[in-house]
């Protein structure tokens, strides 16, 4: 004898009650099959919808009634569209008094628990029937036998407890002459003893499953629903969830009290003692493995089983210090919750006693406030607590597994990982078994939990990265393409996932989820994306609310740069070839620095110095590792260095200027490079970086450029001097040659001071033979007194830049 349990989606079609009346034709070719089912897919719910409009006195209850009516006659048509009178007079009748109840309670204005219990009797009446007779007439053994016969109950409505001792009996003396092969019943309904129709409580069915899997004894409980198995957590919420092929009844318990739906809570409770396994199977994959819950030793030892999450939760805080050390508080508060049926999810209590902390569903909240201040009237006009506070808009989240009481750190894991995520926690509870760690956290912030935890526990070979991209001009471009090559490589050896998921450009952005499709990112972007402001666009990647979020600024834009503040307060990391913010005035530099300690977001900028040159990671590798910086000396721009290369006796400096803007190596406004200002930038991050305070102002800028160039207004005027001074120019050149000297523009750090200046560099430096666009920087060091530690190769280009960027991506992801 087997019992077997479908859900709402298991028989909320005719395609799916196809699927059960196969897999069940099989069970009974070898044993007899009992089977309970749940209303159709989304009944119970409707009945209930219609019950509310009928007294509120909305007319739509009979627009949901049509609803209702119709989804059955669909099903009983689409199954048998032959024979079916039977069938339909069965419903019609049904029907017709569903209706009449609906009107009852629209003209009373009244829906009062024993009501509802009758109302939402409906949905497994007409399902277990249409189940049954189809079976019949497919020509198979079956019966459907009314549970409500059988189940008694209290008089507890919506939620019946069961008498046992009758309901026991009941089943084992139907059973024992029923003759046909497959009996259906309907889950979740019962009768109480006075012959009231009550229910066993939202997702009720399974239990009734497991009330006849008990009181028959039989070897295994199968429940049957629209997912494979109990997953190690909500797979709505976690794509990554997968389902744990065994867990014990305890856990099981555990994580369906704090929230997975797929069991139903007290469903573990009549099959424990007896120690019949539950198999949660999926009927829409029958072959899948599933769960099998069971007291079997050889369970995974693993210390988390898995994580679930409760939405919807108040949370009541009871404070004052008239609460301490008096008896009997606690109690009062207890009893007062429970005279009002309010269930309590979670209990925290400080050892000072000085606060009760407690979790109960939100609908619950105004009522218990209600009653627990009048429960407290004298303590709180005395001043001896406060009155209750109510928080809401909470959830409840819940790691669980028999074995992590034998596991050190996993609530600091947990914490940790939440924390660096800027998951605020706003309760914590540890039940003494240590079989659970719970959490209260805000609503909005449970899929990001779910998903770090998840990661953390489930996923601790992989790491998923979502980025947000602004900016995608050349080297924006270059870095989309990279992460969407490398993509499979990251996964398969370093175990990173990077998804881009926003992207924009001034003008526009494009967001998806799950990640952009970088295949055509760039139709994507003209065709799917909405208008974008710097402000939107982090709105936007603040809203998603996902895990290891990192914001690339590939931009030269100072407003770009001064929400840098705005992105690490929200723990999400920055990575930025956009000097401005680190160039900026010391405080925001330091500011920034602060944050990304204090929300555990990187903040980095390698390509800030060398594009892609390992040289601010290297100097903060030295540093921190208890080196001390003497001197820098260093080539650090590309297109002084172009220029410089360029320009002799047969050339002429504005041609040679003009070509370099041409090839991409100056800025549009070629001053920004000619005048010193961007080496200067870069010689101030390192300088910074060493562990030095200093300003822009404090470098000091010998320009080589002509006194009318320096005062020239726009950048047409700039170019006019060029033209005009090539004297000058050529004069710089010309000493050089006489020195035997080559002209570099050198930025350097000494004692604490920088400048920057065109120098002569003489034949045998390491600077000499520099050469394009590369870059090259020596520090001096008490590690590297005499011979500097050297990096040199391209320190510009859009690839190296966009590779630059990719590495600190990839460094965060690391972090
Ligand atoms: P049924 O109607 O078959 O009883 P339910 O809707 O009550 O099905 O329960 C199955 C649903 O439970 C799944 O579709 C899934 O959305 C949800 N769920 C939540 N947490 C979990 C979990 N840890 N494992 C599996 N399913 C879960
Ligand atoms: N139909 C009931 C409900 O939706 C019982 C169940 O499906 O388990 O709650
Ligand atoms: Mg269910």
């Known amino acids: 004898m087997k019992v077997l349990k479908f859900g709402g989606t298991s028989v909320g079609s005719a395609k799916n009650i196809n699927k ?42 009979l627009e949901t009634f049509k609803g209702i009516q119709d989804r059955h006659f669909d099903i009983i048509k689409a199954l048998n569209p032959e024979n ?57 053994s079956a019966e459907r036998k009314n549970s409500q016969e059988l189940i008694v109950t209290n008089s507890n409505f919506t939620k019946a407890e069961v008498d046992y001792n009758i309901t026991d009996k009941n089943f084992q003396d139907y059973f024992k002459s029923a003759p046909q092969t497959i009996t259906i019943l309907p889950g979740f309904i ?10 066993l ?4 069915s399974d239990f009734t499953a497991a009330i006849i899997a008990a009181a ?81 030793k050889t369970n995974s030892v693993a210390p988390v089983k898995g994580i679930s999450n409760i939405s919807n939760i108040a949370l009541l805080t009871l404070e004052g210090s008239g609460m301490v050390g008096i008896p009997g508080f606690s109690k009062r508060l207890f009893e007062t919750l429970s005279q009002e049926k309010i269930n309590i999810i979670m209990i925290t209590q400080a050892s000072s006693e000085h606060s009760i902390c407690l979790g109960i569903e939100e609908k619950d909240a105004e009522n218990a406030k209600v009653v627990i201040d009048e429960e407290f009237e004298n303590e709180i006009a005395l001043n001896k607590i406060e009155p209750i506070i109510i928080e809401t808009g909470l ?25 660096k995520n800027n998951v605020n926690v706003r309760a914590i509870a540890q039940g003494a078994s240590e079989k659970n760690i719970t959490a209260v956290i805000a609503e909005n912030d449970i899929k990001k939990a779910l998903n770090t935890l998840h990661e953390q526990f489930f996923e601790t070979n992989t790491k998923q990265l979502n980025v947000f991209i602004t900016g995608v001009g050349n080297v924006g471009e270059r870095l989309v393409e990279q992460i969407h090559q490398q993509k499979k490589f990251l996964k398969e050896n370093l175990k990173i996932k990077m998804r881009v998921i926003g992207l924009s450009n001034s003008r526009k952005m494009l967001f998806k989820e799950d990640g952009i499709d970088l295949t055509n990112w760039k139709a994507q972007l003209e065709k799917d994306a909405e208008p974008a402001t710097l402000q939107s666009f982090f709105e936007k990647t603040k809203s998603l609310n996902l895990r290891n979020s990192i914001f690339v600024d590939v931009t030269a834009n100072k407003d770009v740069a001064d929400l840098y503040a705005q992105y690490l307060r929200e ?10 913010a680190c160039s900026s005035d010391f405080e925001n530099y330091k500011l920034l620095k602060r944050l990304s300690l204090k929300y555990s977001a990187p903040l980095l900028f390698e390509t800030n110095v060398g594009a892609g040159l390992p040289i601010i990671d290297t100097l903060n590798n030295l540093i921190a590792s208890g080196d001390k910086v003497n001197s820098i000396q260093a080539v650090l721009s590309g297109s002084l260095n172009f220029v410089f290369n360029n320009f002799n006796d047969t050339t002429k400096f504005y041609d040679v200027v003009k070509q370099a803007g041409a090839e991409g190596y100056t800025e549009p406004d070629p001053r920004i490079d000619l005048s010193g200002v961007d080496v200067a930038r870069k010689i101030l991050i390192l300088a910074r970086e060493s562990g030095v305070e200093m300003n822009l102002e404090d470098i000091e800028n010998k320009s080589f450029l002509s006194e009318a160039g320096l005062k020239s207004d726009t950048v047409a005027d700039f170019y006019e001097t060029l033209i005009k001074d090539e004297d000058h120019y050529q004069a710089l050149y010309a000493s050089a040659k006489a020195n035997n000297c080559q002209l570099k523009y050198v930025a350097s750090f000494d004692n604490g001071k920088a400048s920057v200046s065109l120098q002569e560099i003489p034949e045998g430096h390491p600077f000499y033979n520099l050469e394009g666009s590369d870059n090259i920087v020596m520090f001096y060091t008490q590690r590297y007194p005499k011979q500097p530690m050297i990096i040199k190769g391209a320190g510009a280009g859009a690839d190296v830049t966009a590779s630059g960027l990719f590495a600190d991506i990839i460094r965060v992801g690391n972090n």
């Open 20 to 61: 059960v009346i196969s897999i069940l034709e099989n069970y009974g070719k070898i044993d007899t099959v009992i089977c309970v089912v749940s209303a159709v897919g989304g009944i119970t719910d409707k009945l209930l919808l219609a019950g509310k409009q009928a007294q509120n006195k909305d007319q739509a209850f």
């Open 84 to 140: 079916n009178e039977g069938i339909l007079n069965y419903a019609d009748e049904k029907l017709d008094s569903l209706k009449s109840l609906l009107e009852g309670i629209f003209l009373i204005n009244e829906l009062s628990p024993k009501t509802s219990d009758k109302l939402v009797s409906y949905g497994e009446l007409l399902s277990s029937f249409i189940i049954a007779e189809t079976i019949k007439n497919r020509g198979l």
């Open 190 to 199: 019962s009768k109480s003893k006075a012959g009231e129709q009550t229910t």
């Open 201 to 204: 409580g939202r997702g009720g």
């Open 216 to 296: 028959l004894k039989v070897s295994q409980l199968e429940i049957w629903t629209d997912v494979s198995g109990m997953y190690t957590t909500n797979p709505k919420l976690v794509k990554q969830a997968y389902p744990i092929d065994k867990i014990s009844y305890q856990e099981a318990m555990e994580l369906s009290h704090f929230g997975a739906k797929v069991l139903y809570p007290p469903t573990v409770q009549p099959v424990l003692n007896l120690g019949i396994p539950i198999h949660i199977k999926n009927t829409l994959e029958p072959e899948a493995e599933g769960t099998i819950i069971s007291n079997d």
């Open 395 to 419: 959830s409840i989240i819940a790691l669980v597994g028999d074995n992590m009481k034998n596991h050190q750190g996993i609530s600091g894991k947990m914490f940790s990982s939440l924390g």
């Open 571 to 580: 723990s999400i990391g920055v990575v930025a070839c956009n000097k401005i």
